[in-house]
């Protein structure tokens, strides 16, 4: 049975003093350590505690793939109870690394054209779990000396649905602001858009102000529920509404929030469907849209726009006055679409 590391750490030592939990957190992030015994700030039976009952990393490496010109890593990590997930390292455009990070193992939200919607939801992970991607990453940097050292961006767009972790993911993202050089603004959480939760943090006094990326796919409510079939009846307008929420409590973070578009080929790509997204945006609060080419996952039908389609797709889009940005797409040689590894590897 799945504990956290959290938890472990805080029946072991009840009681003590919470400046000691903070030394402890803070000693995970110190490169220069390795093991408990190493954390020369902790008195020494808490430190034997620590080496007898709770392990240094909450996960361990199961597999790492590169892509060939070496801007992508992937590791399928492996939990305690032996469940298997991925995490990204992808070099981005200042010279310096973004990871993509998994907040579930599997996911319940059966995207369409998703290898882990397709595992269902095996369970969420803790938030050490989460934290721990940055760390194993930091890590494998450390191993390769002749790297850029610098993890600046965290994007949740790994396995999973952040939203539905809530409160872990929250504590993942506190623990980076607090023990890293990574600033809210360069945490992206990618949801699908689940109402409840994305009202609770509007009201949320903790949520951190981090970016929120809202994965439409279309806005067509009928077209969204093919993509996604966990959509839930008028998720079209009552995510307009909730938009405009966001902008009257959260104005001064309007420019956190972003559209994302997966685009597939002959599903949701046509100009009728770009002119019906153009129309949406305007009526919400949000101004930017990333429209992402689809990575095909073997065995989906589903498979990436043309160039020419994507662009007439963003034409259509900027004759809206919308901000209109591409993902582009990394690491198709090592299977980079959410998923595929941690499949196999179960
Ligand atoms: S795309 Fe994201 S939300 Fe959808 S099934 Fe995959 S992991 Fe879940």
Request: aromatic share 8%; with cysteine.
């Amino acid at each position: 049975m799945y504990k956290s590391r959290k938890a472990q750490i805080q029946e072991l030592f009840d009681g003590s003093p919470s400046f000691r939990l903070k030394q402890i957190d803070r000693a995970s992030f110190d490169t220069n350590i390795a093991v408990w015994s190493e954390v020369s700030t902790l008195p020494l039976d808490m430190r034997s505690k620590l080496e007898e009952h709770v392990p240094w990393m909450s996960v361990k490496k199961h597999s790492l793939y590169q892509s060939k010109n070496e801007d992508t890593f992937k590791a399928v990590l492996e939990t305690a109870d032996k469940k298997y997930f991925e995490t990204v390292l992808m070099a981005n455009s200042k010279g310096q690394w973004t990871i993509c990070v998994s907040s579930q193992i599997g996911c319940a939200m059966r995207c369409n054209f998703c290898a882990t919607g397709t595992m269902g939801l095996k369970r969420s992970m803790g938030a050490d779990e989460i934290i721990d991607q940055y760390r194993f990453w930091k890590g494998f940097l450390l191993e390769h000396p002749d790297f850029p050292q610098r993890i600046s961006n965290v994007v949740f767009m790994g396995m999973g649905e952040p939203l539905a972790n809530y409160e872990n993911v929250k504590e993942a993202i506190h623990t980076w602001l607090d023990y890293t050089d990574i600033g809210p603004t360069k945490i992206v959480v990618s949801t699908v858009g689940i109402l409840p939760q994305l009202k609770k943090l509007l009201s949320d006094p903790d949520w951190p102000p981090v970016r929120i990326a809202i994965s439409l796919h279309s806005a067509d409510q009928k077209k969204r529920e093919e993509i996604v079939p966990t959509t839930v009846p008028e998720f079209i307008k009552r995510l307009a509404q909730w938009s405009h929420e966001y902008q009257s409590t959260l104005g001064n973070r309007m420019h956190h929030l972003t559209f994302e578009y997966t685009l597939i080929d002959g599903v949701n790509d046509t100009e009728e469907l770009a002119h019906e997204l153009g129309q949406y945006v305007k009526k919400t609060a949000v101004t930017k849209v990333n429209v992402i080419p689809l990575n095909p996952v073997s065995g989906k039908k589903y498979t990436r726009s043309g160039k020419e389609r994507v662009e007439r797709f963003k034409e259509i889009l900027r004759g809206y006055d919308i901000d209109v940005t591409q993902r582009k797409t990394m690491g198709d040689d090592i299977n980079a679409a959410c998923g595929q590894l941690a499949l196999k590897s179960e």
